[in-house]
DNA sequence: CGTTTCATGTAACGTTCGTTACATGCAAAA
DNA sequence: TTTTGCATGTAACGAACGTTACATGAAACG
């Protein structure tokens, strides 16, 4: 039944978002959620195969939220750069562990590729370069929407690794600041 | 005889700069550079101490490396930005594999500390940081370090998992653009 | 020369891995 | 009521894991 399934899914996502990927194995995994490794093959077909879907659930849930920051009336979002904005969204406790365990799958893909990389949806990589050019469409050379999606990956990560919000944050206004300066002393020229 | 060990640890980095951290395991490790899970053990007495050994002794090649760079004459870098110098260090084909492995090894220990965390030297979390600032004492707020830290991280990833060196090196030739222009601007004010 | 010490090979240990065989309960269908 | 099919438990498979026991060659030392 795909019910089942889907209840299943949804235990392995926070088994995950708790847990990671890398030294994964099927046995914790079925203990941590309730089930048993049995059940896992028997519904998912292999643990690669779990893997597949419930990483594709995982990465279809990060779309299915940024929507929902693209849908808000522009009034509520306007006021704000939309570098900014994507920032509040990525820290806000419903996302953050799920973009944590997005980059993990990421930065291991990189390393081993023929282990992970099969695991990345369509358009993962550059998710972060189509969130920004749908936010901004003002930003149109590549060096600088690879610079401002660089900005927003360094310190996600920095985030990730010391917990620190308000320097992150701050390093992140900081950003904002030079970039709205710099636009504006080209406007002028 | 620890000559046999420090040959064995050069063969160990170098596997582990081609095949990467995750799903490490002994057997491979051994038969990629000529030699037995048996003497690893031998040598090592644990895959632990190994990673210990061999981690440490990467990381170690990293500091040499970067402080070569800083005992370069000033003439031949105070041209640059820090930043920049750092950037072209990096990129450079003898330390590049380095600092991917250093990277994967950083974000390995962000999901998994209890199994990565023991590797990471004193201070390589913030190295970056203590090289910034080696480099360009005037960079004085937390704020605007870990900024400048972020993008350099940031862009290295890309740079990682796109490969592209021309797009992430003009990404920091913008940034370093965008900075010199704030600075200059506040300095006048 | 004999002894000791280091380096290595072979084989196996016990555990965990992903996966499968087989049996069974249980609910819906006939 | 009987049958069918999904969901689950128990137990095990063969492979790979980190590690160890044991034997042995080679080399240094007395």
Redesign the interface.
Known sequence: MQNRKDELIESLIAYLLE?????LSLRPLAAGTGTSARLLIYHFGSKEDLLTEVLEAMQAHVRRSFAQLLEKPSTARSSKPPLKLLWNWAIADENYLYL?LL??L???????PD?YAQYLGRNT?NWLDLALTALSPSLR????A??C???????F??L???GDRK??T??????I???T??LA?LSKA
């Open positions: 847990n990671g990927l890398a030294d944590k980059y993990e990421q930065i291991l893909a990189i390393q081993n282990t990589d050379t590549p060096a600088m690879t610079l999606a660089a900005v927003f990956d360094g310190l990560i920095e990730m690794s010391s320097r992150t701050q390093a992140l206004d900081c950003f600041q030079m970039a300066e710099t002393s």
